[in-house]
């Protein structure tokens, strides 16, 4: 069996505990990025989106 087309099979089990950062921690690297809504930004392997989030929400 290939591993690596497994992740979607437990994604329930991997989003439940799986620890969060804190918000502190996304606002140090968006002001140490100086992210903003006017620069672009790419995520590799999001899994389940989890980290995502607070970067799609920059205005």
């Keep these: ?33 100086e992210l903003n809504q006017n620069k672009k930004a790419m995520e590799v392997g999001i899994g389940t989106g989890q980290a995502t989030m607070p970067f799609s929400t920059i205005s």
């Design 1 to 33: 069996m290939d591993k690596r087309f497994t992740f979607n099979e437990d994604v329930k089990n991997y989003d439940e505990w799986r620890p969060t950062y804190c918000k502190e921690l996304y606002n140090d690297i968006i002001q140490y990025s």
